[in-house]
């Protein structure tokens, strides 16, 4: 019985693995975390919104009726290309096909130091560690001494004009401008700064027509104070310096680009772009191994329409399906078939009541948008308990301001 | 303005700051974590059957309408009764009235050594890292690399009989026995072991008649293996020692006993009882002080009846709003009303199907009781929106044998 061994257990390596439905085939799940997460939401789970169960789910679990796949919680340290084995933090495993699909994590081109100053956005540690800094950060100012303390405290930056930036500056200036309102004596919540920093001229520059514009305007009438063409020249200690600006500010979330998990730069002989990410051939095989793959953002691919593939789920989960099937078709005679990225648009939310959505051509934008943004996110949630759950507590918030997940774990001096 | 100020936001001080409505006090009220914790369900969320944000909600938005009352989130370092003043980390503060609410803390009876090699249950952290080290000890068994080592991480030890140990033993067979029973493929998670041992003769002593033997019965229909008259002697690395028994167990989990929180012992010229409790008078304040008020379970009383006070939430929120009532009726003429305890009856859920319920000389058992556990920790509750999410949770588990809440946030080798 032939080894299938993914790594990762994000959109594109659950698939595959959901997909191995041969008998024929033993497959190995590895990934770090206990759970699959549903990325799109992470931002709510920062901001409170939601619950970490809401938007992650056990692998073990998802996968419980799939006798053929073993899951491991492990961490990968080195893929062994000639000797077909993978080593991991605690043992190391041999396949007859890998499937790498360990996604991205958060890229400062090549100013790591900025690390250290900022919080990424990639994991539930992630967003739990913005949680906690964003919801203590109004407590610090509560206790200020003063109010230039405290509005030092009530300035936070997000970075970044993508789709990650624009729904978490909404999120934050939501948060500040209406759950808290009531909720302090001595601050006002209200008179908190939210900067949204891009380097270049546009926000969500990857959607069309007047949708770039609707965005920023949204964005501004919520409060946020939008900069763009405003690339981040230093990040410090308390401080942004942005353009010929410096704000100061003890919160700065870096949601400005990602580059593909560290493993693929120890692959030896495979070329790779800028960002690190695998240029596979066209049926997403690794040149010269044909029984390697790579799936999701990790890989860099001009797929056989001339299409650039991005780095967003649905992609991730038409390369995972497409490999299952390519594994499982194997031996074939002849050429492989080459994958062909079907685009599904692209959608983003600003804010209550007002997101934008492209696709076939279509733009659309404001209440509608929105209403098809909560509907698409709810039906992709991964299973009927969640998308109830989350269902409810977006209508719940909608109607009375509250967000469900205002907890900070720890305590204040922890 | 005469100036309360409420240490602890536990049902006692919760309650008592609800309850002083009347404009002519400002209200401080101190917590060191910034949410309301529902105590009852917290071994829910140790065993993943509910969320964090289901169980605690920010003490600032209970308190949103209450214009009078101020939330600081900081720690208690120092009682100063004679200047009536309060040190905290980050601040004193002056008071007219005292409240003194801060609850107990996880007691090891002198064994302070044991602290390292046990887990606590009084706090979402708490909660949380029991969570993560019973499901990744499952994780490990599955890693392990023979049957001995896998046996090992697969046997978990709860201390004390009481009501904290019998509720997270039982949900703790449940989950190994039950939820976790298809998902994995090299151990069988029914071969798990939880040893749950009491020093006294029966689990639950508080309950009477055969509801004690009714529980034993039943946990150990469950799978739990219960050791009575069994005191731990030595608890350490991977191993505890009880009776004349050695178990050998990664995960020991202490619901033996409590004691009050630290601060009480700092207070100046006021009578203690062993747990490091509070002896106040009759009204609930202090000998000499009736300026202060101690509430809930760091209390040591026996009310006017003869009863003593058990540390309970019913009790804490009796005490609460006695102390509000007493606070603004000052200036009294005469001599302040005694405090007398209405005792609503103890419950405690065993695992699904089975509670017992004690009430008004009333004792109930199996499923009945276990619908009234439900309908009664449901109705108290803090908010809807919580008892929508919770109420849903446990149907759904109900039917399908899942558990919500199954995610560790961190990596395994973090």
New interface residues.
């Given amino acids: 019985m032939k080894h299938v061994l993914i790594l990762g257990g994000g959109f594109a390596g659950l698939e595959c693995a959901k997909r191995m439905r041969s008998e024929n085939f033993r497959v190995t799940l590895v990934d770090?975390?206990?759970?699959h997460l549903f990325q799109p939401l992470l931002y709510q789970v920062a901001s409170g919104a939601l619950?970490?169960?809401?938007i992650?789910?056990?692998l073990?679990?998802i996968l419980?009726?799939h006798?053929n796949v073993?899951?491991?919680?492990?961490?990968v340290v080195h893929i062994d290309l000639p000797n077909k084995r993978v080593q991991l933090?605690?043992?190391s495993l041999d396949y007859d096909f890998l499937v790498i699909a360990l996604g991205s994590k958060t890229s400062f081109f090549g100013h790591n130091d900025w690390a250290q100053h900022t919080l990424g956005l990639k994991s539930?540690?992630d967003a739990?560690a913005i949680r906690k800094k964003v919801?203590?950060a109004f407590?610090e100012a509560?206790?200020a001494l003063n109010s230039e303390e405290a509005q030092k405290w009530l300035t936070i930056v997000v970075v970044g004009g993508g789709p990650t930036g624009v729904e978490m500056a909404g999120s934050l200036a939501e948060l500040s401008h209406r759950v808290?309102k009531?909720?302090?004596?001595?601050i006002d919540p209200t008179q908190a700064k939210i900067h949204l920093i891009e380097a270049g001229p546009k926000l969500l520059p990857m959607f069309p027509g007047d949708l770039p514009d609707y965005t920023r305007e949204r964005l501004e009438s919520m409060g946020v104070t939008v900069h763009l063409n405003c690339p981040v020249k230093d990040v410090g200690q308390g401080y942004v310096i942005a353009g010929d600006q410096r704000i100061d500010s003890g919160i700065v979330i870096w949601g400005a680009g990602v580059e593909a998990s560290e493993v693929s730069r120890t692959l030896a002989g495979v070329n790779l772009d800028r960002a690190g990410r695998i240029e596979v051939l066209p049926d997403l095989s690794l040149p010269g191994h044909p029984e390697v793959f790579a799936a999701g953002d990790i890989v860099a691919l001009t797929d056989k329409h001339g299409v650039k593939v991005p780095g967003v789920s649905p992609a991730a989960i038409q390369m995972g399906a497409f490999i299952a099937h390519s594994i499982q078709s194997e031996p074939t005679s002849g050429e492989r078939p080459a994958f062909a990225y079907w685009d599904k648009g692209s959608m983003a939310t600003i804010g209550r009541s007002a997101a934008v959505v492209s696709f076939a051509g279509i733009q659309m934008r404001g209440f509608i948008a929105w209403l098809m943004w909560l509907f698409v996110h709810l039906v992709f949630l991964m299973n009927m308990?969640?998308r109830?759950?989350v269902f409810?507590?977006w209508v719940?918030s909608y109607f009375?301001w509250?967000r469900?997940?205002?907890?900070?774990?720890?305590?204040?001096?922890?």
Same sequence: chains 1, 2.
């Avoid at 770090?32 to 759970?35: A, C, Q, T």
């Avoid at 009531?182 to 001595?186: E, K, V």
């Fill in positions: 770090r975390w206990n759970h619950a970490m169960a809401e992650a789910q056990p073990r679990s419980s009726s006798k073993t899951t491991i919680m492990d961490d933090k605690g043992r539930l540690d739990m919801l203590l407590e509560e206790s808290l009531d909720d302090f004596r001595h308990r969640n109830i759950s409810l507590h719940w009375t509250q469900g997940a205002r907890v900070i774990q720890s305590p204040r001096n922890s």
